[in-house]
Structures are given as C-alpha cells and as structure tokens.
C-alpha cells in the first residue's frame, strides 16, 4: 500500500509548505482545509511535478465531526497515512471581550481538540505498522505566558504538552512525534487576523520563511525531537524562557 502524509491547513501558509516539501519526498498527499479551490490548485501543480498521488478534502476543523469524517474518507479509500500534519490554525478571539462562548468553542475545537482526535484516530494504525511520523504545530506563543494573548497561546501550550506525552509514550514504537513551535513566520496567518500593522511593526529579523520552519520540522521529527522550536533565533532565547530562573522576567502583566 503506498504511503500518505495527511496536512490540516494545507491550503496556505506552513501546511500549503509541508505539501510541497513531502512531495518532493515522494510522500503521496491528502491535503485538508476549508478553501477547496486553494487545495485543488495546489494538487494539480504538485501532482504534476512530482507525478504523485493526491487527495483534498473540503473540511471545517472548527466542527466536532471533522475527524471523523476525514479518518473514514481515508479508510474508504484505503489510504495508509504515514505522516500526520496538524497545521491548520488561526488567531482565534479575545476571550473575555468576545461574549460570544460558540466562537471560543469553535476555536478550542480547532486548535486543541480536533488535534488530540486526528492523533486518537491515525496513531494506532501508526503504532501496528511501527514507523509514523506526526508533527503538531504548537508557537513560540506556546513557551511563554504573555499579557494580550488571552487564548492563542494556551491552546499552543496544550498542543506542546499532549505531543510530548505522545513522543514519550510511543517512543519504543517507532512512531515519532513532534510540536514545532515557529516564532513569527510569513504566511497568511496575520492579514487574515487582521494583524498587518502589527506585523508591520516587527522587526524584520525577528520574521523566518514557511521554507526554513517545515524543512527544520520535517527533520526534527525525523530526528526524534518531541519539541522543537524553529528558527535560530528563537531557539536561542527558548531555554531562557523556560528557565525557572529566568522565567518570571518575562511575565509582565498588562495594564487595564
Ligand atoms: N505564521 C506565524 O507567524 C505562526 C507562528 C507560530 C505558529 N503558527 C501556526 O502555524 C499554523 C499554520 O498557520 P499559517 O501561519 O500557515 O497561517 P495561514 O497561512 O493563515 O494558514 C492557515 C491554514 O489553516 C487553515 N484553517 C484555518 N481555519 C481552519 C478550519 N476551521 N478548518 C480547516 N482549516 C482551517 C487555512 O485554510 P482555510 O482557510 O482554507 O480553511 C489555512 O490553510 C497554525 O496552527 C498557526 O497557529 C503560525
């Protein structure tokens, strides 16, 4: 049976990247997201360059029934997912100024749950055939509590926490699990938060490539690293603020 790498979010940014990159390792491909014409037009130039085998599927993560629905569409189709790419993502809202509680649902969905049950449903196949790859993009916003976050970062903190205890416990298995915490990257990721200005104002160093964060996650997973923070930069200053020495000078509350 040939071999699959399923991506959340594909249709842009990091995922639309890990696309391209597993292509060109000859993985075939089941790319997911909402945006169907995004993923069809990326299938179509892929399968082209790389003459391999590629599947989309229209989906909405922010619903509790997606996993499902994207395992059985791969079971139907006999298709073995070697590689399990949890990317898809968003900014999410203001968990206190947002009254309404079904946009904070939807989001815990999308960035948590849909996670935890894409990994309960493709890993134990992973674990019978003993070799599976899954990484799950966490943040830099995951590392550190941050007045203004509100919301994003604890999600990202949750998804560091369950991929570890995964990579932990299935160590022996031959299925190797990694978060990826990129720090700021260039995709979509902050004009559809709404967030030009701010991005803007960043300093340009503190900005890698989608290319550099999925080429240094594809192989950090492969190396067998539970957690990986992507970027030189931010790999530099992640031991520092996750230092218990350090840490607390980092927490500066925010001023209402
Ligand atoms: N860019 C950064 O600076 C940065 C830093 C750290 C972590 N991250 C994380 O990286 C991941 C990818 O983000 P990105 O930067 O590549 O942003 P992006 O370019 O905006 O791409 C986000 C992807 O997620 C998909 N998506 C969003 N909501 C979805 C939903 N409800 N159901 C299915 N798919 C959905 C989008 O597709 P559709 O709109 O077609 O559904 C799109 O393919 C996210 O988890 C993000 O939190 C990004």
Redesign the pocket.
Known sequence: MTEYALI??????????FAHQLAAKGLNLVL????ED??SKLAEHLKEKYQIEIHTLA?????PE?PVHIFDHCQTLNLKISWLIN?????GHDLIADRNWADHA?FFQ??MT?IAHLCHLFIPDMVAAKKGHVIN?????GRIARAGGCN?GPT?TYVVALSEELALTYASSGVKVCAL?????????????GLMEMKQKTPSWL?YS?ET?VREGIDAVQRGKSVYVSGKLYRLVDPILQSVWTRRFFKIPARI
């Open positions: 959340t979010g594909a249709s842009a940014g990091l995922g639309a990247e997911v997201a909402r945006r995004a993923l989906c909405d993560l922010s619903k997606a990317n898809a993502g968003g900014a939807a999308l960035m849909s993009i966490a943040s830099v916003a994003y990202k915490c990129p720090g700021y990257t260039h995709t979509d990721f902050h004009e559809t938060a900005w989608a964060v």
